[in-house]
């Protein structure tokens, strides 16, 4: 257990804490990280862009590390939003009186100590430490080492205020980014409560394959938006268009688009200028191929198999034409990540099926998968 043994004991020493401080105490500590932010908006951006610096600006995850004056706002206002959400512990869900006089009550409870093991998403370190405090939990973050400057930063900001509020700064811990650790975190059972990884699917699919902890699995993206032979095209377009340009990077861009095979040469007439702008590389299935290249659209490539159920997390997106709300339920239900998934239609019945039958964490009619991102609502026509 060395290398974070002690970080480790720290954690449970924290979590007897954090699990004892009032709703007040812990909005307060929100309320200073919030305030911290706004503070140090000159200091936490010189050490992004040495995080920055590292990195070729072509990669996909360079606009996840990426931070800005206006985004560190936006981390500000997200942690006074959480400061104001109800406490989610200590909830009575349920009680009863047994015939022998035995009164059972069922209530929430902290989970403990998070370990939270995510990639070049420096906002996630602030996320996960606001979501952790005002629910009563004590978190051990291992960022990637893309955004090591970025991260140590942060945290030590929010050790800052732990400190100034006199509670234990070890209720937020950032843990060294060996990659030969990772697996000490994943088998601590003795120290640590739940992991949640956060980011690519090889980064899931190794912390399933290896942690002892249990552990809350989230989603890489792999999101649809299938346009209906009903659809009204322009909103079909408005909803792709901004679905895909948006925000590429993150897990709720969109990265294929079905449409049915009666709309797809003049919903796809509509689509190449909107996406022109932004040099949209375009894998298309041989049925919209022809279209595309009548319009001498630019970013052209004849998708092959592997580019759908693909993750682009780039300008990049693969379309294929479909018989019917069928066979794009089929290819959802195939390819999917079960992330976020998109209708656009005006025929009730379909939109009915669709919202019913495909399975995902958020399934949308008439409206972009970017719509929900956080607390934030990221729509652009």
Not at 201 to 229: F, M, S, W
Not at 260 to 267: S, W, Y
Not at 283 to 304: I, K, M, N, T
């Amino acid at each position: 257990m060395s290398g974070i043994q002690s970080q480790l004991i720290a954690a449970q020493g924290a979590k007897k804490i954090i699990q004892r401080l009032p709703l007040k105490d812990k909005q307060a500590i929100l309320i200073g990280i919030s305030e911290k932010l706004l503070d140090n908006i000159d200091l936490i951006l010189e050490e992004n862009k040495k995080d920055l610096d590292r990195m070729d600006p072509s990669d996909a995850k360079y606009d996840r590390l990426l931070l800005t004056k206006e985004r560190i706002v936006a981390l500000s206002n997200s942690v006074l939003d959480i400061a104001n959400l109800p406490d989610p512990t200590g909830v009575v869900l349920s009680s009863k009186t047994l015939d022998n006089g035995l009164e059972i009550v069922k209530k929430t409870v902290a989970l403990g100590v998070v370990g939270v093991i995510y990639e070049a998403r420096p906002n996630v370190t602030i996320d996960v430490a606001a979501l952790c405090i005002q629910s009563g939990n004590v978190c051990l973050l291992r960022g990637g080492s893309d955004a090591i400057y970025t991260n140590t930063c942060l945290v030590r900001l929010i050790q800052e205020v732990l400190k100034e509020q006199g509670t234990d700064v070890h209720l937020v811990q950032l843990l060294p980014t060996d990659r030969e650790l990772v697996n000490v975190l994943l088998t601590a059972t003795q120290y640590v409560d739940i992991i949640i990884p956060r980011g690519s699917q090889a980064l899931i699919d190794l912390v399933r394959d290896n942690a002892k902890v249990p552990v809350i699995e989230t989603g890489a993206g792999v999101c649809h938006t299938y346009v209906d032979k009903t659809a009204d095209l322009d909103k079909a377009v408005a909803v792709v268009v901004n679905a895909k340009t948006s925000r590429p990077s993150v897990c709720n861009a969109l990265d294929t688009v079905l449409v049915d095979k009666e709309v797809a040469q003049p919903f796809i007439q509509k689509l190449i200028e909107p996406l022109l702008p932004f040099k949209v590389e375009v894998f298309a299935s041989d049925e919209v191929y022809a279209f595309f290249e009548q319009a001498r659209y630019p970013y052209l490539v004849r998708a092959r198999d592997e580019d759908f159920g693909r993750e682009f997390l780039d300008f990049k997106c693969s379309i294929k034409a479909v018989d019917g709300l069928d066979e794009a339920l089929n290819h959802i239900e195939k390819y999917s990540s079960k992330h976020s998934e998109c209708i656009v239609s005006e025929d009730s019945g379909n939109i009915e099926t669709f919202l019913e039958l495909v399975d995902a964490a958020a399934v949308y009619a008439n409206a972009s998968t970017r719509f929900t991102d956080g607390g934030v609502v990221w729509f652009r026509s």
